[in-house]
């Protein structure tokens, strides 16, 4: 079941992201690309690091989501990196990476690399590791090098959910459920396209 924290972070997310592309106007364009700019900074960093960014993911954040006496929350920590790694996907990109939908969440969108032609083994063992992160800090960086893959190949991502599961991630009884749920989507995914051809070739 889905939680008020949960629910918070996956509009909180969505809702800065729409602000960067206001009006609809493309995202790598005047103010907006300023601040992605700024944001790609944030990238491997801990919330707070870099004073020039509080506003970009601290500005309006239900008081729920907040922590206090400098130390960050897990739901900044999850809106932090998000945040942060979406900057990253959107560079040199005019189009919104960010894209709802189960087809779009972390395991299904990681597969496509896939499917495009990367080597299997090699994004599964970028992926694996990843997901063996022990924080978030160690989790952000590994991610980095696979959002890159993701915005190389135009490949989008869903980064409400995304940010769901980073919040899930650092509690220790929650970790590997979403560790799994990544495996899952990234294998299930694979299943799907394979009975699809199949079916094909079988017509």
Not at 55 to 84: C, I
Request: overall charge negative.
């Amino acid at each position: 079941m889905e939680t008020g924290t949960e629910t918070g972070i996956y509009k909180y997310v969505k809702t800065q992201m729409e602000l960067l592309a206001r009006d609809g106007r493309a995202l790598e364009q005047g103010g907006s690309k300023a601040q992605l700019a700024q944001l790609r900074r944030g990238v491997g960093k801990s919330p707070g690091e870099l004073p020039e960014l509080w506003g970009m993911f601290l500005k309006s954040m239900p008081e729920g989501l907040m922590g206090k006496d400098g130390r960050p929350s897990y739901a900044e920590w999850a809106v932090y990196t998000a945040l942060t790694l979406f900057a990253l996907h959107q560079q040199g990109h005019s189009e919104p990476m960010n894209a709802e939908g189960e087809e779009n969440r972390l395991g299904r969108a990681v597969r496509k690399l896939v499917l495009l032609g990367e080597d299997e083994e090699n994004i599964r063992r970028k992926f694996s590791i990843a997901a063996r992160a022990d924080d978030m800090a160690e989790l952000s960086y590994h991610l980095k090098t696979i959002v890159k893959l993701l915005g190389n190949s135009d490949i989008r991502l869903d980064y409400g959910d995304l940010a769901k599961d980073l919040y899930w991630f650092q509690f220790d009884n929650h970790a590997d459920r979403i560790r799994l749920k990544w495996g899952q989507d990234f294998y299930r995914f694979s299943e799907a396209k394979n009975n699809g051809k199949e079916e094909k070739n079988d017509e």
